[in-house]
């Protein structure tokens, strides 16, 4: 600690019983849940961020390489707390018709969580606000070939329900019968009848 005083002197405070971190130390972790607790409670986009930045949204693992047990639940919390607000704020964005900002959002949760269905569906939704049908496709069948080969799952009846929206129904009904006869990746266990696809990082100011 005496180290890091000499580099950056009162980043930390040292009392007889406790070390705590300076008041001008912004903490990147504690800004992402801040931010994404605001949204998940209701405040609209512009008033969390107005920027529509949402910076603090892309930092993406608590302590990468630190494998203590206070950390993994941690890491854990934060990764689903961030994962719900980042699909939460895709989702009001395109229903603003904010449609980039939307899909930036969206297409971050995919990439942090490929096997999230809820993840998946919000871009099917952003790409749906488009027009662009065919990408709509493209994503579902990513899904479900994904989720089939992974995990010997098919997706969830929302999700077909959700590619049906943007099909005709032949369309629909072609691209959901290809695939992997199996479980669903939702919660509900009930098959479809006709698819078988269906470090904390400190930064003073």
Do not use: K
């Amino acid at each position: 600690m005496w180290r890091l005083n000499a580099i950056l002197p009162g980043v930390v405070l040292t009392l007889p019983s406790t070390l705590s971190l300076s008041r001008s130390v912004d903490v990147d972790s504690e800004e992402q849940e801040s931010l994404a607790t605001s949204l998940l409670r209701g405040r609209a986009v512009d008033d969390v961020c107005p920027s529509l930045g949402l910076a603090s949204l892309w930092p993406a693992e608590l302590l990468p390489g630190w494998y203590d047990d206070w950390v993994l639940v941690e890491r854990e919390r934060l990764r689903t707390l961030r994962l719900h607000a980042l699909e939460l704020a895709a989702g009001i964005l395109a229903r603003q018709r904010r449609l980039d900002a939307a899909l930036s959002l969206a297409l971050e949760a995919v990439r942090s969580d490929p096997l999230r269905e809820s993840s998946h569906r919000v871009v099917m939704s952003v790409f749906l606000e488009e027009g662009n049908v065919v990408d709509v496709l493209r994503q579902y069948e990513l899904f479900r070939d994904l989720v089939g080969r992974e995990l010997g799952l098919v997706p969830s009846p929302a999700m077909t329900r959700l590619l049906r929206a943007a099909l005709p129904a032949h369309a629909a009904g072609g691209a959901a019968g290809r695939g992997h006869p199996t479980r669903s990746s939702g919660t509900s266990s009930t098959r479809e009848p006709s698819a078988a696809v269906t470090p904390t990082c400190c930064v003073v100011r």
